[in-house]
């Protein structure tokens, strides 16, 4: 079995001959470190119409009050929704994945490092990550009240990229 996560594929390979490929659906969502608003009842509906609308891969940082209050949302809807998947993509190898391994696997269905981002300083690595989750996303949530900060920027190159954005 073949799987590279960075191109968003899965493929499979039967025998010796028989191969196929299925878009993987993915969509990720970008707010501010603190949230001043419930947003709740927004989130869910927003994740629940990215279900909708095919989507089964869901990527946050985990960094901040707004990706909290994303997985909490994504959570919700694998409740009606078992195969859908979180996805935790950090920016670089932290002690904090080791020591708290067993707290990732129960929060997330998978924790990724990109392979992009291996080398990137680490004061960089976090803009990168943020580029990368929003190049491998289809549909894009966003919760930004300011004009400055990661959320801002991740969400105007999504703009620029033309995806889909579900604005809260």
């Known amino acids: 079995m073949w ?5 968003a594929f899965f493929g499979a390979c039967f025998g010796a001959h028989l191969f196929y490929l299925v878009r ?5 969502g970008f707010g501010h470190r603190n949230v001043l ?4 009842d927004k989130l869910d509906r927003a994740v629940a119409d990215a279900v909708a609308l095919g989507r089964d891969t869901f ?3 985990a960094m901040g009050e707004f990706d909290s209050l994303f997985s909490s949302a994504v959570r919700r809807a694998k409740n009606s929704c078992p195969d859908i998947k979180l996805i935790c993509v950090k920016p670089y190898m932290t002690k904090e994945i080791n020591k708290n391994r067993d707290y990732y696997n129960f929060m ?5 490092i990109p392979e992009e981002l291996i080398g990137i300083y680490y004061k960089g690595a976090i803009k990168a990550r943020n580029r990368w989750i929003v190049e491998h996303s ?10 400055y ?6 969400l105007k190159y999504a ?10």
């Open 149 to 154: 900060g990661g959320a801002y920027t991740a």
């Open 37 to 40: 608003s419930k947003i709740d």
């Open 59 to 61: 990527y946050t940082g």
């Open 159 to 168: 703009e620029r990229l033309k995806k889909k954005i579900f604005y809260l």
């Open 3 to 7: 799987c590279n996560r960075s191109d």
């Open 108 to 112: 997330y269905d998978d924790v990724i």
């Open 138 to 147: 289809d549909i894009v949530i966003g919760y930004t009240i300011r004009d």
């Open 24 to 28: 993987i659906m993915i969509c990720c």
